[in-house]
């Protein structure tokens, strides 16, 4: 589109190619901008600091009890999710262009903040992110299951390098055993209290066993809704995002196109799924998680307007429905 510009500019006045440079550069701007996505990663450690993705700024913020924060600045992270390994370490993918070629590497980072290379780094053309790893030391991830399509496979690496599909390949939303299950388009991706796998998956809430059985809790339901979001040029229905399951069994989304955390009680509960939190003043979020009687929700600028004003952590006390806003 931009070439047949070029073409036009030169058979302008001078000055009148200055204004339509700028109206060229301008839209190239807005076009990137609509186009850029946030992370939606955030874990709690086990002192209460509550670490993020920034995927604006290329950053992991890291946020105490007291509210101070702290950037990890010795590297760049293009990371979109991250996950605690069982010791406690911190697991983040980086995706970053070489030589104009997407290259993937999985760091490992201490509690000390030393940062160590577990995979890569590796040329790819598929975007692979939402790492797990279990007690055995194998790792989970989920990638593209080809090229021609964006949908999703659920991946094990075990501890002698090989890979394996645990779940995926089969028609989308599908559940299953194994390669007859389907994801569209997975998200977070997190451990649950049983030793599970739960993802966000398109429009769905989903968990998968380490065995491969694929069970959907909520899909394309009434309570997720229909929106048309200010960050997106088109319409996305229940786009979700991050996703986060307590010590009770109780899932956490976010829907970032209808601006709101849905809660998902435990399957043995009388209690229904429900929107819990609602973002404001032109932020959605993108993940959350609970801390006590508190929900902790991390948010990205929802309008095109507001992008350079980076993500924001808000604690919302459920009972008195009162929130604060912690960071920046």
């Known amino acids: 589109m931009y070439l047949n510009y070029v073409h036009l500019l030169f058979r302008l006045e001078p000055s009148q190619r200055s204004i339509s440079l700028i109206v060229i550069l301008l839209s190239a701007t807005i076009a990137q901008t609509v186009y850029s996505h946030p992370g939606w990663g955030m874990v709690e450690f086990e002192n209460g600091t509550i670490a993020f ?32 390994t069982p010791d406690g370490s911190l697991l983040a993918e980086n995706r970053d262009y070489y030589n104009n070629h997407p290259r993937m590497v999985l760091y ?11 995979d890569g780094p590796y040329d790819t053309e598929k975007e692979i992110f939402g ?4 007690h055995n030391g194998n790792y989970y991830g989920t990638t593209h299951f080809d090229k021609q399509t964006s ?36 998200s977070g991706m997190t451990w649950g209290a049983d030793s599970t796998i739960y993802v966000a998956d398109g429009e769905s809430v989903r968990k998968i066993s380490l065995t491969g059985d694929v069970t959907t809790l909520l899909k394309d339901s009434e309570l997720l809704g229909h929106h ?12 979700l995002y991050g996703i986060n399951v307590n010590i009770n069994g109780t899932v956490l989304v976010a829907n970032y196109a209808m601006k709101t955390i849905i809660e998902i ?19 959605s979020p993108v993940n959350a998680l ?33 929130k604060r806003i912690v960071s920046p």
């Open 265 to 283: 009680p435990p399957q043995n509960s009388r209690k229904k799924a429900g929107v819990i939190y609602t973002s404001t003043e032109g932020f």
């Open 53 to 84: 993705t920034d995927l604006f700024n290329s950053r992991i913020t890291l946020v105490d009890t007291d509210g101070d924060i702290e950037h990890l600045t010795n590297h760049r992270f293009h990371t979109h999710d991250m996950s605690l």
């Open 131 to 134: 790492y797990l790893r279990d």
């Open 151 to 186: 949908y999703r496979v659920i991946f094990k690496w075990d501890t002698q390098g090989k890979r394996t599909i645990l779940a995926g390949g089969g028609q989308p939303y599908t559940d299953g055993q194994g390669v007859e299950a389907g994801f569209y388009r997975i």
């Open 290 to 322: 609970h801390q006590n009687e508190k929900l902790i929700v991390l948010e990205s600028p929802a309008l095109t307007s507001s992008i350079n004003l980076g993500m924001r952590l808000v604690e919302y006390h459920i009972h008195l429905d009162q």
């Open 228 to 239: 048309k979001h200010e960050f997106y040029t088109g319409t996305r229905r229940n786009h």
């Open 108 to 118: 490992e980072i201490s509690h000390d903040g030393a940062v160590e290379i577990v």
